[in-house]
């Protein structure tokens, strides 16, 4: 069974930064394609962050959307089985629950369709 377990939400105030970590129990050799969601209260899951491996040991092809771009940062370390996420300069418009995702292939991207496999989410909320 593929799990995903996201850590590294929390509280913070604007302008501050998070780090989100998601362990993905499967071999990233099978995974080249992985990405993190937001989901807002009352919205729906939009993607906001891919990767595409390519067989990478660490590194590949980022995707961002436009909200989070320059701001965030997508990474992978094939060898820990870690997918991370750095937020910097977070405003109040970032809160809501984060969802990494893996499983995706050659056709990477920020579509939900992408991922067959979800961790269960972590909490971000930035206020003052």
């Known amino acids: 069974e593929v799990q995903l377990v996201e850590s590294g939400g929390g509280l913070v105030q604007p302008g501050g930064s998070l780090r989100l970590s998601c362990t993905v129990s499967l071999d990233t050799r099978s995974s080249e394609c992985m990405g993190w969601f937001r989901q807002r209260r009352g919205a729906n899951r939009k993607g906001i962050a891919a990767?595409?491996?390519?067989?990478?040991?660490?590194?590949?092809?980022?995707y961002y959307d436009a909200s989070v771009k320059g701001r965030f940062t997508i990474s992978q370390e094939r060898a820990n089985n870690l997918l991370s996420l750095q937020m910097d300069s977070l405003t109040p418009e970032d809160t809501g629950m984060y969802y990494c995702?893996?499983?995706?292939?050659?056709?990477?991207?920020?579509?939900?369709?992408?991922?067959?496999?979800w961790g269960h989410g972590t909490q971000v909320t930035v206020s003052s």
């Open positions: 990767i595409y491996t390519d067989g990478r040991m660490s590194g590949g092809m980022e």
């Open positions: 995702a893996a499983g995706g292939g050659i056709f990477c991207g920020l579509r939900e369709d992408t991922f067959p496999n």
